[in-house]
């Protein structure tokens, strides 16, 4: 029952009332990066949402408009460089995933559930699909994030098994459980991983995200 209805119709009200809520934080961060660098104010990329049908997620842009596309940032070698004044400082209290409520508000995604792989993540959604994670609608937050966040998306089967225990055991408390962990994480600035030194990718005019 909450799964099935109650969990989207939670999702929908309270993105709305967020977007309208921080509509003043969002033109503050429009002007803002606009400001600090050239570029668009979102970035968009595609990932994989509920039974691996592709979207395109919405964040605010963090790095410069040449940096690598499709890369993500914790694989991404030197990824500093890129990384923007004003987008040092979003990612470090994650602001620039509040774009996201715009996914959820169209049922693209939910406040909380597995967060979404990109659609060249070919490991990790495999791994997924031994534990019915990808049959779940992707989050804002979730299990693996408030277990690890960055660390843990280095090791695939470990992330996809937390992934399978959110999707098995969905549930109200198991829900306010990750949001108020959640906000633990941020605010004590939990495993965030700025790039590596071991790999290098082609740049496709665009940015990567976590």
């Known amino acids: 029952m909450y799964e099935r209805h109650i969990k989207r119709w939670l999702d929908a009200i309270l993105s709305l009332v ?5 509509s003043p934080l969002f033109l503050l961060l429009a002007v803002w990066i606009k400001l600090d660098s050239k ?30 596309h499709d890369v993500p940032t914790n694989d991404l070698r030197g ?3 890129y990384i923007t004044r004003l987008g040092r400082l979003m990612r470090v209290t994650s602001v620039d995933e509040l774009p996201q409520l715009i996914n959820i508000l169209k049922g693209e995604m939910s406040m909380i559930g597995p967060r979404p792989a990109l659609w060249n993540q070919y490991d990790l959604i495999e791994e997924r699909d031994k534990y019915g994670a990808n049959d ?3 989050g804002l937050s979730g299990w693996a994030q408030v277990n690890g ?5 280095r ?10 225990e959110y999707a098995q055991h969905i549930s109200f408390w198991f829900d306010l459980k990750c949001f108020v962990l959640t906000f633990v994480k941020v605010i004590n600035r939990q495993g965030i991983v700025e790039g590596k030194d071991t790999k290098t990718y082609p740049v496709k005019n665009a940015e990567d995200e976590k």
């Open 18 to 22: 967020a977007l309208v809520a921080l």
């Open 39 to 68: 570029g668009p104010v979102f970035f968009q990329q595609k990932r994989v949402g509920m039974g691996k049908k592709y979207f395109m997620i919405y964040k605010f842009r963090t790095m410069r408009a040449d940096a690598p």
């Open 79 to 81: 990824s500093k460089q």
């Open 136 to 138: 779940v609608r992707p």
């Open 149 to 153: 966040r960055d660390y843990l998306s």
């Open 155 to 164: 090791d695939i089967v470990k992330k996809a098994r937390r992934d399978g």
